[in-house]
């Protein structure tokens, strides 16, 4: 389409187009000698232009920026592109060695962790991660060592305890199953289990206590529309009865889920289907398929919890954003708000969910002291966004939430500057909730700058500023990896 545009190809949505690496960072402030390590935040950066008209935010290519802190000097920023297929084509570069080729490949665009030793960008809908060296460079696609049956999530969760990781993944060709993993302190998985689900819903992130795994099964899901789109002409119709026959239901064979993802078309394919059910699901950790217990919700969509835990035998406390709808109306980005901070509580006893709102300003992208991940906790920190209906447009403020007392505050960092995700780094491994930093990248729309900021948690004033010599565009999720 002569003359489209796409917000999230403009300002500081725009993808950059060099990879950079700069040493001995100017720094505002004092950095904590104890930080050492790296704060590493992914997101989506086109390698090729993409067309407006089509483009979404969750499908650029995944680029991960990187600030090294040690002995309270910031040594380094770099940025790089995850090198999947499509990336290694477009720059000319070699194929990297990983497992199964032919299976579906997305360069890994949504988040980064690190896990047994290694340093992995993740994304969700069965493609695998990537892993990276510790200067961002790609190894190549990881399988954990053989032990990953197909691809993973975009948001596993660590048990504080075991150190082990959880995941709910999820892949248009597995039928109306998602896949719960466990992966060991060494990286390899000990456990899966698959859970069946009521089509094939698109499942961003998921919950996770001390005794159970939650699991929303909400009405966004893979669109059969788009399908037929994407074929060409008179074969739309045939196509999509075709797909309607598989997806959601049966199990597609990977090489042609892969086929078929690879001639489809340009925009996300998944979209809100009212007619969907909106549920959650509660599973025993070391249960299995058929002991799950579903419970109805109203119609919403959930891309991130702060949190969960078991309160007492016969209820589970679910801490959630939720948006009203998603991809209903704009097939662009996530903006079908406004996004809410709500209490969902399972009552297991009761067989339901008693829903209420914790904080009506817009939210997203939050986060708590993973040391209580599982468990209850008092604090949580998320970016405010745009309050208005289409508005998931950051602002300046990053609201900090006090459960306990049943209160919240908002720190400001001037009306041209925006606030991503931030990550809670505690001052000690001892030391007590909200004692710490919080971390995460500031953008001045002004100036054209971008700070990596640490926040006193407990007041919310700045510690130090690392002066970022390029600009970092917005993206989606960060963490601190100690060395």
Request: proline residues 8%; glycine residues 12%.
């Amino acid at each position: 389409m002569a003359g489209a545009r796409n917000r999230y190809l403009e300002g500081n949505f725009a993808p950059v187009h060099e990879e950079i690496t700069a040493t001995d960072l100017e720094v505002t402030g004092t950095i904590p000698d104890h930080l050492d390590g790296r704060y590493l935040r992914n997101g989506p950066n086109p390698v090729v232009a993409p067309d407006p008209a089509s483009y979404h935010w969750f499908l650029g290519s995944g680029m991960v920026h990187g600030v090294r802190l040690r002995d309270g000097r910031a040594e380094w920023y770099r940025n790089r592109w995850v090198r999947s297929r499509d990336v290694l084509e477009a720059l000319h570069e070699p194929a990297r060695p990983g497992p199964d080729p032919a299976g579906p490949d997305f360069a890994a665009n949504t988040n980064v962790i690190g896990h047994a030793g290694r340093i992995l960008a993740i994304v969700e809908a069965g493609f695998h991660p990537y892993e990276l060296t510790g200067e961002l460079d790609t190894i190549g696609p990881s399988d954990f060592d053989g032990t990953l049956p197909g691809g993973y999530t975009a948001h596993p969760h660590r048990d504080p305890e075991t150190g082990e990781l959880h995941a709910v993944s999820y892949f248009f060709g597995w039928g109306n199953e998602v896949r719960y993993t466990v992966t060991g302190s060494d990286g390899r998985v000990r456990r899966t289990v698959d859970v069946e689900v009521a089509g094939s819903p698109m499942m961003h992130d998921f919950s996770l206590t001390a005794g159970h795994v939650v699991i929303y099964d909400l009405p966004v899901t893979f669109d059969l529309d788009a399908v037929a789109q994407a074929a060409p002409g008179p074969l739309g119709r045939p196509s999509r009865w075709l797909a309607s026959q598989f997806i959601g239901k049966r199990r597609i064979p990977t090489r042609l889920a892969a086929a078929a993802m690879s001639s489809g078309g340009d925009g996300l394919p998944y979209a809100w289907d009212p007619n969907y059910p909106a549920r959650v699901g509660v599973m025993p950790r070391e249960g299995n398929g058929s002991d799950v217990r579903w419970f109805d919700v109203e119609p919403c969509y959930v891309f991130h919890p702060l949190n969960a835990y078991d309160d007492g035998d016969d209820r589970i406390v679910l801490d959630v954003v939720r948006h009203p709808q998603m991809f209903a109306s704009d097939r662009q980005g996530p903006n079908e708000g406004p996004p809410t901070l709500d209490r969902w509580t399972v009552d297991l006893a009761g067989g339901k969910v008693i829903e209420e709102r914790l904080d009506d300003r817009g939210q997203e992208f939050p986060r708590v002291d993973e040391r209580l991940t599982g468990r209850r906790h008092r604090y949580g920190y998320a970016p405010a966004v745009g309050t208005d209906v289409g508005d998931l447009d950051l602002t300046g403020a990053l609201l900090k939430h006090d459960m306990v007392a049943g209160r919240s505050e908002a720190r400001s960092f001037g009306p041209t500057c925006r606030v991503g995700e931030v990550v809670f780094v505690p001052s000690a491994p001892d030391s007590a909730e909200d004692e710490g930093v919080l971390m995460g990248f500031v953008h001045d729309d002004a100036a054209g700058v971008t700070d990596l900021v640490l926040l006193d948690a407990g007041t919310l004033e700045d510690v130090a500023r690392v002066h970022v010599p390029a600009r970092v565009p917005y993206g989606f999720h960060g963490n601190w990896i100690a060395a």
